[in-house]
């Protein structure tokens, strides 16, 4: 089992910047993919930003340019920064990690950005 505790999230105007973290603790031997999703009320969740073991990344184009996901592999964290947030940007937050075959997630993360 993988256990993910996020971090970083809250409340910020628009323009503003925040970092959102998840670290990865238990049985952990191969970690392949972390990413972040978000869930905007009404919505359904989306993929915001994902990385690989090997450094390479991918954006939701909404996102691209402003937020940047990066991991850190000694310590099995991931993290999100978040700039120049828009109100549509606003959701829960959760980090994803694949330890194949498996997928796990956080508990999730408020961001909220106000207008």
């Known amino acids: 089992q993988v256990q993910l505790v996020e971090s970083g999230g809250g409340l910020v105007q628009a323009g503003g910047s925040l970092r959102l973290s998840c670290a990865a603790s238990?049985?952990?031997?191969?970690?392949?993919?972390m990413g972040w999703h978000r869930q905007a009320p009404g919505k359904q969740r989306e993929l915001v930003a994902a990385?690989?073991?090997?450094?390479?990344?991918n954006y939701a184009d909404s996102v691209k340019g402003r937020f940047t996901i990066s991991r850190d592999n000694a310590k099995n964290t991931v993290y999100l920064q978040m700039n120049s947030l828009k109100p549509e940007d606003t959701g829960v937050y959760y980090c994803?990690?694949?330890?194949?075959?498996?997928?796990?997630w956080g508990q999730g993360t408020q961001v909220t950005v106000s207008s």
């Open positions: 994803t990690v694949i330890q194949s075959p498996y997928p796990y």
């Open positions: 238990g049985s952990i031997f191969s970690i392949t993919f």
């Open positions: 990385i690989t073991s090997g450094g390479s990344t």
